[in-house]
């Protein structure tokens, strides 16, 4: 019997262990809801415009955004551990190898071939220029709760995705991933972040303002200034 009561004392501080360390990687009581439909990858909107790019070469860009993006989150999202994002990204290295530098030599041959003209050093100057772009378009402050909860949340799919679908993974979540680049604050409870210019700090408490029911007085105080009328980040 004290055997099966030890284990079972295991058993609930494992179970509040597991729990805490979920908890703790939950920025807000509720987070935005960033999820987009799925995309195609010639979007305009979701990287750099590869002109004269085909299909295979537009998905191949997709597909090194979002490696980018989870390499980004693997170095800027470190402050939050349960997020996963760095043992995540380096299982996607592992797992997804093959698929990532298919789609980097697919780029490298695009901009080769688009820069045929000027020579073999501007197109390997181009690829260079696309790729920092690239990265600095995920790095991110304002909004970096958020990024990095959706980049760990993406990556944990990419890590059980099948080899050689990763692709799939940058299809379904890309506009998720882009949308997450907007800050957000907590979505449960909205909370005041500035006030009107001129608009007091404080409530008038004065007993002109009031009569002997606790209510306000229009006539002889005007409009109540409270509560100060602000924008919320959840409201926006």
């Given at each position: 019997m004290k055997v099966l009561r030890t284990a079972l004392a295991l058993c609930v501080a494992s179970s509040g262990l597991a729990v805490a360390q979920s908890a703790s990687a939950q920025f807000f009581l509720q987070s935005r809801d960033f999820s987009g439909a799925a995309v195609t990858g010639e979007e305009s909107d979701l990287g750099q415009a590869l002109p004269g790019a085909t299909s295979a070469e537009m998905r191949a860009a997709l597909v090194w955004h979002m490696r980018a993006a989870l390499n980004v989150a693997a170095?800027?999202?470190?402050?939050?551990?349960?997020l996963l994002t760095v043992p995540n990204y380096n299982s996607i290295l592992a797992d997804h190898g093959?698929?990532?530098?298919?789609?980097?030599?697919?780029?490298?041959?695009?901009?080769?071939?688009?820069?045929k003209a000027a020579g073999p050093k501007a197109g390997q100057g181009a690829l260079d220029q696309f790729g920092t772009r690239t990265y600095s378009s995920f790095a991110t402050v304002a909004a970096q709760y958020g990024?990095?909860?959706?980049?760990?949340?993406?990556?944990r799919d990419a890590v059980f995705a099948p080899r050689g679908h990763f692709?799939?993974?940058?299809?379904?979540?890309?506009r998720e991933l882009r949308n997450s680049l907007i800050p957000w604050g907590e979505q449960r409870f909205p909370r005041y972040i500035g006030r009107?210019?001129?608009?007091?700090?404080?409530?008038?408490?004065?007993?002109?303002?009031?009569?002997?029911?606790?209510?306000?007085?229009?006539?002889?105080?005007?409009?109540?200034?409270?509560?100060?009328?602000?924008?919320?980040?959840?409201?926006?």
């Open positions: 170095l800027q999202c470190q402050f939050e551990p349960t093959d698929e990532l530098k298919g789609a980097f030599d697919t780029l490298t041959k695009y901009f080769l071939r688009v820069n990024f990095c909860q959706t980049a760990g949340s993406i990556g692709f799939e993974v940058a299809l379904a979540r890309s009107e210019r001129g608009a007091p700090m404080m409530i008038r408490l004065d007993p002109i303002c009031w009569n002997k029911k606790g209510e306000w007085v229009v006539k002889k105080c005007g409009a109540q200034n409270w509560p100060p009328v602000g924008l919320g980040m959840a409201t926006r």
